[in-house]
Structures are given as structure tokens and as C-alpha cells.
């Protein structure tokens, strides 16, 4: 499991919040330009590292792909934003859903496969060799038992581009406490999670802190 640090950061000012807007940024064949209200941020995974998820968008359909997300934040806790949270993607099925949602990727590999029992050796969904360090956790969920953690760096950036967004967009400071289905997620206001909608989804994987964001979320108290 991820091993927590003692986050002391309740009253961060949002002012500190370091987005790159410039460094993976996306087409406007790659997303819909239509400024929508937002009701909820959706979080998920990219299942590869070194931003190849981005690569694959550009190539994808000629580079007119719109399976797209506005965020992406690296292992080491960098934000990056491929278009304004003002508009919408194709990232589920249902429009309405995409047009109120804002959605986060975190890199992350997902779920993986032991090939070499006696090295403790895995391999990705991609068919990639898991070379990363940090503990794997061992789970049984949803069909699949190894999962690749997530840093302490990334709930921080999750924590502070959540608190940012809901106040931007006027979604309500509380999130989903599980990565379970939910009943009616497509009506949720609030900060959910894309294997909240669908068993098939396995984003995020048992090795994030549901919780710890919750409690931060829904605990913020401003000093002056």
C-alpha cells in the first residue's frame, strides 16, 4: 500500500498551485469547444507512464481522437491541462455525462501480470516490463490481483486541484469514499471515480486513498 505522510496542508492557499498548460497541450480535433456547467470531477487512470497516453491520443483517428481528458498528473505530483475544463471530451458514452463532468488522469500502469514468481517480476495491461519502484499491492478485485501504487505526491495534486476546480466550477467540496459502483454516478455532484460508474473499470485501482481525499475535501476549513 501507499505509505502516507503526515499531510499538514489543510490550509494551503490554491495561489500555490503550479499547473503547466503549455507542455502537453491538446487540439481542439481532440475535445469538443463548447463551455458546459460542470457538476462533478471524474477521476481515472492513463494505464502507462512518461505520458505515452498523450502520445496516443495525437495518433489516434488521424489525431482527432476526443476519448481525451483536461488533466493528467504525473507520478511526481506535476499537473498538466491539455485543454480548458470549460469544455468536454468523449470520454463515456453518455454526452450529458461528458459535459458536466471534468475529468483527471493519473499516471498510473493499473493493473498487472506476474510473469517471474521467484524475481517478484511483473508486466503491465500495456505487455510492458514493470519496472517501477514502489510496493505492489497484492488484491483481488474486479478479476485481477497485482495493482501498481500511486505516489504521495499525487494526492497532494489531486487534493489541491480538486479544492481548486469545485471552487472555479461550483461542484460541491465532497467525494465518493470507495472505487466501487454507485448507484446513479451520472447524478453525483461532487468528486467520483471511473470505476464508480462501471465494474469493467478498474481506475482507480485498491492502492488509492479513496478516504484521506474525502476527509480532506469535505474538511476544509479557510484561515485568513
Same mark, same amino acid.
Given at each position: 500500500?501507499?505509505?502516507?505522510?503526515?499531510?499538514?496542508?489543510?490550509?494551503? /492557499?490554491?495561489?500555490?498551485?503550479? #499547473?503547466?498548460?503549455?507542455?502537453?497541450?491538446?487540439?481542439?480535433?481532440?475535445? #469538443?469547444?463548447?463551455?458546459?456547467?460542470?457538476?462533478?470531477? %471524474?477521476?481515472?487512470?492513463?494505464?502507462?507512464?512518461?505520458?505515452?497516453?498523450?502520445?496516443?491520443?495525437?495518433? *489516434?483517428?488521424?489525431?482527432?481522437?476526443?476519448? =481525451?481528458?483536461?488533466? =493528467?498528473? /504525473?507520478?511526481?505530483? =506535476?499537473?498538466?491541462?491539455?485543454?480548458?475544463? +470549460? !469544455? @468536454?471530451?468523449? %470520454?463515456?458514452?453518455?454526452? *450529458?455525462?461528458?459535459?458536466?463532468?471534468?475529468?483527471?488522469?493519473?499516471?498510473?500502469?493499473?493493473?498487472?501480470?506476474? !510473469?517471474?514468481?521467484?524475481?517478484?517480476?511483473?508486466?503491465?495491461?500495456?505487455?510492458?516490463? !514493470?519496472?517501477?519502484?514502489?510496493?505492489?499491492?497484492?488484491?483481488?478485485?474486479?478479476?485481477?490481483? $497485482?495493482?501498481? &501504487?500511486?505516489?504521495?505526491?499525487?494526492?497532494?495534486?489531486? @487534493?489541491?486541484?480538486?479544492?481548486?476546480?469545485?471552487?472555479?466550477?461550483?461542484? &460541491?467540496?465532497?467525494?465518493?469514499?470507495?472505487?466501487?459502483?454507485?448507484?446513479? &454516478?451520472?447524478?453525483?455532484?461532487?468528486?467520483? $471515480?471511473?470505476? +464508480?460508474?462501471? /465494474?469493467?473499470?478498474?481506475? %482507480?485501482? &485498491?492502492?488509492?486513498?479513496?478516504?484521506?481525499?474525502?476527509?480532506?475535501?469535505?474538511?476544509?476549513? !479557510?484561515?485568513?
Amino acid at each position: 500500500m501507499v505509505t502516507l505522510i503526515n499531510y499538514t496542508l489543510r490550509n494551503v /492557499k490554491m495561489t500555490n498551485l503550479k #499547473i503547466n498548460k503549455s507542455g502537453f497541450k491538446l487540439k481542439k480535433c481532440n475535445f #469538443i469547444k463548447e463551455a458546459t456547467s460542470k457538476d462533478r470531477i %471524474v477521476i481515472g487512470n492513463t494505464y502507462s507512464t512518461d505520458m505515452n497516453h498523450f502520445i496516443g491520443w495525437e495518433l *489516434r483517428f488521424g489525431g482527432a481522437y476526443k476519448k =481525451t481528458s483536461m488533466f =493528467t498528473i /504525473k507520478l511526481d505530483g =506535476t499537473i498538466y491541462q491539455h485543454f480548458s475544463p +470549460n !469544455y @468536454y471530451s468523449e %470520454v463515456f458514452e453518455n454526452r *450529458r455525462i461528458n459535459e458536466t463532468s471534468i475529468t483527471i488522469l493519473l499516471e498510473n500502469e493499473g493493473w498487472l501480470e506476474l !510473469y517471474n514468481d521467484e524475481k517478484n517480476e511483473y508486466i503491465t495491461s500495456m505487455g510492458y516490463i !514493470y519496472n517501477r519502484n514502489g510496493s505492489v499491492i497484492h488484491k483481488k478485485w474486479r478479476n485481477k490481483t $497485482y495493482w501498481a &501504487p500511486y505516489s504521495e505526491e499525487q494526492l497532494e495534486s489531486v @487534493y489541491r486541484l480538486c479544492e481548486k476546480l469545485c471552487s472555479e466550477f461550483n461542484i &460541491p467540496l465532497k467525494a465518493i469514499s470507495h472505487n466501487t459502483n454507485i448507484e446513479n &454516478p451520472n447524478k453525483y455532484h461532487g468528486v467520483v $471515480y471511473k470505476s +464508480n460508474f462501471n /465494474k469493467h473499470h478498474t481506475d %482507480v485501482n &485498491p492502492n488509492w486513498d479513496c478516504n484521506w481525499i474525502k476527509s480532506k475535501l469535505e474538511n476544509i476549513d !479557510y484561515e485568513n
